[in-house]
């Protein structure tokens, strides 16, 4: 298997799955951004987003990016609640706090996924789920395009967010500097609930591509947490297209890295890179 | 009634966690007039204005701003409520440009809706500025961050305006251009309370002044009192200075 | 003062009592599911504590500590399957775990808060790859190089693993104190207060949380090593996993971060609830989960938040602590 002929297969996987990495990733990369938080929850709310779109399939047929039009307000809300509630009262007691909190979010989700549905493994399948298309005399998945289109489309949305509206404003100065912010009369309480409720939008949309891509277990969360952290460490925290690129990155890395060493080192590799990453640049290539 | 005081401060006592910053500190403003506040860099200067812009609160005493007690308010309420503070080092945000850093500065519900005014007014104060509305914040120089800082501020529609250490790092001459700003600015009816190191030109700028030092007031009274007071002159010139 | 000195005797007696009737416990025929959960307490007391050191004390965050442990432990099952005695395994796998802890302190400690979790986060689950592929010495139970049997442990009594890890429990705790009593902890201290300042203090910022870092990685992985001595066998995924992370973090957190007696409340309370709700895994963990939200909000201080608002327990903690 290695290195035997073909690159461009890998190479376009790589793209294409790093799309999804990224529609993974943007979530957390605005939340630390503005907020400076790690949220450990963040894959369990990803997660979360993929029962979300499991429910309304089974419960109501619907298909699962139909569906994001009722769990994405949803979500929204959830995510105002959570910051205003829990997170925003954390900064305020001490250090750890937060980080803690995400925490207890996490097994939270975890283990009421697992309640309620079971540890078995789910999956979104719709009537294109296996369909593929080609480029060429080589043929990819067709959850694959989509979930590379949806990471570009959010990650533009987000950009166009943060840099047009005079909320997006907001969230982009305060997280440059919190208590200027402050003194221009922005209520950082809310415009910290308003980022994380945006961040659990594209955590939901996320989800349900996810879900369309890889089958998914509660437990699922941990392992895309680590994959969202390494894009984030990469691209840069707080940067949408950093991220984006970062995710890209991230996408062909595992690729390569399996078709040079073999699959089962491919997420290995993927680690090493964000280590050395970090050590040797941690704002990644767009971070402030 | 005009010498009712915009701004009445009655004995605060504000603290950092453990740490005392002000004692029993009393302050009054107002309206129209500038007042300064001056005091060496342990004074507590920025604990006061940090604890009128509702960023700290004080453990005892009161805050009034138009009658009103304040003393409890979130950061925001008080910008709408219409104090602004110019915060030292200037704390401008690096990565956006002018324009948007003025445009924030009228976030607050009121100034929204006449944020194109006030931006015409501001662009009138400094035409650099608008020069260089395009350009990102952090590639001006020390005096167009320390106007667009300023400006900022005007965009709330101020009716008192804090201003943190305005001519720190920066020469004379754009010193001299920063007053005269804010000369335009006393004349729109803004009250100003400003926070130097710079004993003699504040002296200068003043109707009038406090001195705090470690957390106290020590002195207050008219710029020329001031001027004349012993003490001052001892401990900060040692030589005759307010001779204008 | 005479009276007071007795008193003081007097409460420290039901105390001694507990300890001495828990270092009995195997000889007095308790049945082997107290002794397992026994020894479980004092595995994660040991571990609890130094977490507590690190993200209490120090202001490290660790996610890391799986990997000590994972690392402690495969180097005892190697050491097994190389010919090595078991406790040369034991030390031998505390060993490896300071020194791992020596090598990635420097990028590591470069990183400030957020990304030092962040970096730790990672190092776990790098290394579960590692052992999943690599095979350093025969034998596999699953996979690649996946698991290993521990070697040469018939000969070694429950009663004896037993007791090394009641040592090293109670180890821990007088560990804990004479660290925060010293001039470490005292620096520690003042890193905590204000970095900057305690460094142009003299205060050797780098240094103290590099002591700090691989104390907590040589008694972990004691720890860990004398878990799996226990258990008999090591595997990657069991190991190298983050539930380490959250138990510790829970026995800290419920007991109360940054006290002395928090882990040791705390892991008491952590225990019991695996105890009471073994049958139901998923709930636990749910209500685990929920405890800790409510905790950080109510009560940060942990359940020794709550006591120490009661005169008659600080009464206690006074008489204990001198």
Redesign the interface.
């Known amino acids: 298997m290695m290195g035997s002929g073909d690159i461009i297969t890998p190479l376009v996987m790589g793209i294409l799955l790093g799309g999804l990495y990224a529609l993974i990733a943007l979530g957390l990369s605005m939340v630390?951004g503005v907020m400076?938080l790690?949220n450990l929850a963040h894959g369990d709310l990803v997660i979360l987003g993929s029962y979300g779109g499991y429910a309304l399939m089974t419960l109501l047929g619907l298909d699962p990016i139909v569906g994001l039009v009722i769990s994405i307000p949803l979500m929204f809300l959830l995510g105002f609640a959570i910051q205003k509630y829990?997170m925003g009262?954390?900064f305020g007691?001490?250090?750890?706090?937060p980080?803690?909190?995400a925490?207890?979010?996490?097994?939270?989700?975890?283990?009421?996924n697992?309640?309620l549905w079971t540890p078995l493994s789910r999956a979104l399948n719709t009537s294109y789920s296996n369909l593929s298309f080609s480029i060429g005399l080589r043929q990819f998945p067709l959850t694959y395009l989509l979930d590379f289109t949806a990471g570009i489309i959010v990650m533009l949305a987000l950009r166009a967010f943060l840099i047009h509206t005079?909320l997006g404003?907001?969230i982009?100065?305060a997280s440059?500097?919190k208590?200027?912010?402050?003194?221009?009369?922005?209520?950082?309480?809310r415009v910290y609930g308003y980022a994380f409720a945006i961040a659990m939008i594209s955590a939901a949309i996320a989800g349900v591509f996810l879900g369309m891509t890889f089958p998914f277990t509660p437990t699922s969360g941990?392992s895309f947490l680590?994959i969202a952290?390494?894009t984030v460490?990469i691209g840069g925290l707080g940067s949408m297209l950093g991220t984006f690129i970062g995710g890209i990155i991230l996408g062909i890395v595992q690729t390569l890295g399996g078709y040079f060493f073999g699959p089962?080192?491919q997420?290995?590799i993927v680690?090493?890179i964000?280590?050395v990453v970090?050590?040797i640049r941690?704002q990644g290539l767009f971070g402030? | 009634m005009s010498d009712k005081p915009l701004l009445r401060i009655t004995n605060i006592d504000v603290f950092h966690g453990t740490f005392q910053a002000l004692w029993d500190v009393s302050v009054e403003i107002i309206r129209g007039e500038t007042l300064a506040l001056i005091g060496a860099n342990t004074s507590g200067k920025t604990t006061l204005l940090d604890t009128i812009?509702?960023?700290l609160h004080p453990a005892k005493g009161t805050i009034e701003f138009e009658g009103k007690d304040i003393a409890w308010l979130?950061?925001?309420q008080i910008?709408?409520l219409g104090i602004?503070?110019v915060?030292e080092g200037r704390?401008?945000?690096?990565?956006?440009s002018v324009l948007?850093n003025l445009?924030?500065?009228s976030?607050?519900?009121s100034?929204?809706s006449k944020k194109s005014q006030n931006l015409e007014k501001v662009y009138q104060h400094f035409p650099r500025l608008q020069e260089r509305r395009k350009q990102i914040a952090k590639t001006l120089s020390g005096g167009e961050q320390q106007m667009l800082a300023i400006g900022?501020g005007l965009m709330?529609d101020p009716k008192l305006m804090l201003i943190d250490e305005m001519s720190l790092g920066l020469a004379p001459i754009v010193i001299d251009e920063l007053f005269k700003a804010l000369e335009q600015i006393k004349e729109r009816g803004i009250t100003i309370l400003f926070v130097e190191q710079n004993v003699r030109r504040t002296l200068k700028e003043a109707d009038r002044a406090y001195i705090l030092e470690t957390g106290r007031v020590a002195l207050s009274g008219t710029a020329t009192e001031l001027c004349e007071e012993d003490r001052v002159k001892k401990a900060y010139f040692g030589v005759e200075v307010c001779g204008v | 003062m005479k009276l007071k000195a007795t008193r003081s005797k007097l409460t420290l007696i039901p105390l001694a009592a507990l300890i001495l009737v828990l270092a009995l416990l195997p000889l007095i025929g308790a049945p082997q599911s107290w002794l397992l959960y026994a020894f479980l307490f004092f595995i994660y007391l040991a571990m609890a504590n130094m977490w507590n050191l690190l993200?209490?004390y120090s202001?490290l965050?660790s996610l890391c500590q799986p990997a000590f442990l994972g690392l402690a432990g495969y180097t005892l099952a190697i050491g097994t399957w190389v010919g090595l005695p078991w406790w040369a395994g034991l030390l031998g796998g505390a060993t490896v775990a300071a020194l791992f802890a020596l090598l990635i302190s420097v990028?590591?400690f470069?990183?400030s808060?957020?990304?030092f979790?962040?970096?730790t986060?990672?190092?776990p689950?790098?290394l579960r790859?590692?052992f999943?592929?690599w095979r350093p010495v025969g034998g596999q139970m699953q996979g690649?190089g996946a698991g290993y049997m521990i070697k040469g442990t018939g000969g070694v009594s429950t009663h004896l693993i037993y007791w090394l890890a009641f040592v090293l429990g109670i180890g821990s705790i007088f560990l804990m104190k004479r660290v925060l009593k010293s001039k470490l902890g005292l620096g520690l201290a003042a890193i905590r207060d204000n970095e900057r300042t305690a460094a142009s203090c003299g205060v050797s910022v780098f240094k103290l949380k590099l002591y700090t870092f691989i104390i907590a990685a040589l008694v972990t992985g004691l720890s860990g090593a004398v878990y799996y001595l226990y258990q008999g066998y090591i595997e990657p995924s069991a190991t190298f996993n983050?539930r380490w992370t959250?138990t510790l973090?829970l026995a800290t957190?419920i007991g109360g971060?940054r006290t002395e007696e928090g882990p040791f409340i705390g892991t008491i309370v952590v225990v019991f609830l695996y105890f009471l709700l073994a049958r139901y895994a998923?709930?636990s963990?749910?209500i685990?989960?929920?405890?800790?939200?409510g905790l950080?909000?109510l009560s940060?201080q942990g359940i020794v938040g709550m006591l120490r608002r009661s005169r008659y327990y600080r009464y206690l903690a006074q008489c204990v602590s001198t």
Not at chain 3, 288 to 293: E, K
């Open positions: 630390f400076r790690i829990l009262r954390a007691i001490s250090s750890e706090a980080l803690i909190i925490f207890g979010i996490s097994l939270v989700l975890q283990n009421a697992q309640i005079y404003k907001a982009t100065a440059q500097d208590k200027a912010a402050q003194l221009m009369g922005i209520n950082t309480k941990v680590t952290f390494g460490i089962a080192s997420m290995l680690y090493v964000v280590l970090l050590a941690p402030r | 812009s509702g960023l979130d950061p925001y910008v709408e602004t503070q915060p704390r401008i945000f690096p990565d956006m948007d445009l924030i500065g976030y607050n519900g100034a929204r900022r709330a | 993200a209490g202001g965050i990028p590591v470069r990183l808060g957020i990304y979790a962040i970096g986060l990672v190092v689950e790098a790859m590692v999943y592929l690649a983050v959250m973090l957190v971060i998923g709930y963990l749910l685990q989960g929920m405890i800790l939200i950080m909000l940060p």
